[in-house]
T-cell receptor, first 113, second 113 residues
Framework: DQQVKQNSPSLSVQEGRISILNCDYT??????FLWYKKYPAEGPTFLIS?????DKNEDGRFTVFLNKSAKHLSLHIVPSQPGDSAVYFC????????????FGTGTRLKVLA | EAGVTQFPSHSVIEKGQTVTLRCDPI?????LYWYRRVMGKEIKFLLH????????ESGMPNNRFLAERTGGTYSTLKVQPAELEDSGVYFC???????????FGPGTRLTVL
């Protein structure tokens, strides 16, 4: 049973517009949520994180929103750039203090120039 | 500072053979993780080392997989004997003692024929 779900396998957005990537989770005990970006033939790269005690975290063009009651988080990229085209993974964890993360299946974002 | 490195980048072996994957974490990172991504699915946790000790190996699929981290530096993941379903990309990640962010290596793509 998947504890972290990314239901949209792909998303296309025009350059300059907002990209919204969604993630749902089932375990209410998760402490931390992260977004990773992955280019082909490379390992995932950390993008942004949020603790369960917050509902929003911003870093430049990237903002992560956490809705604990809905067990839902989203990543907003504004404005989207062609270099943002990649696969984005949502991850959750921290329940056991070991920072073992559970990843979603990823969403492929394509930003059109 | 060098990132997480993995060797080899690709490995093609036949069913029943043995393969050993190597991971060199970022210098000074006590935490080392192994993950696997199969056929475009989620990135799945395999195990977690703190220095040379196995903190959590709940994700290891079966006893054909053996991970070691002698001396608390680099780690190896041996698959013996390999089966077809072991094919996938094996990622290694490392983090500091209380680090939330895990730094991933580029992965080893394993193909079992």
């Amino acid at each position: 049973d998947q504890q972290v779900k990314q239901n949209s396998p792909s998303l296309s957005v025009q350059e300059g517009r907002i990209s919204i990537l969604n993630c749902d989770y089932t375990n209410s005990m998760f402490d931390y949520f992260l977004w990773y970006k992955k280019y082909p033939a490379e390992g995932p790269t950390f993008l942004i994180s949020i603790s369960s005690i917050k509902d929003k975290n911003e870093d430049g063009r990237f903002t992560v929103f956490l809705n604990k009651s809905a067990k839902h988080l989203s990543l907003h990229i504004v404005p989207s750039q062609p270099g943002d085209s990649a696969v984005y993974f949502c991850a959750a964890g921290g329940t056991s203090g070991t920072y073992k993360y559970i990843f979603g299946t990823g969403t492929r974002l394509k930003v059109l120039a | 500072e060098a990132g997480v490195t993995q060797f080899p980048s690709h490995s093609v072996i036949e069913k029943g053979q043995t393969v050993t994957l190597r991971c060199d974490p970022i210098s000074g990172h006590d935490n080392l993780y192994w993950y696997r991504r199969v056929m475009g699915k989620e990135i799945k946790f395999l195990l977690h080392f703190v220095k040379e000790s196995k903190q959590d190996e709940s994700g290891m699929p079966n006893n054909r997989f053996l991970a070691e981290r002698t001396g608390g530096t680099y780690s190896t993941l041996k698959v013996q004997p390999a089966e077809l379903e072991d094919s996938g990309v094996y990622f290694c990640a490392s983090s500091q003692v209380w680090g939330i962010e895990q730094f991933f290596g580029p992965g080893t793509r394993l193909t079992v024929l």
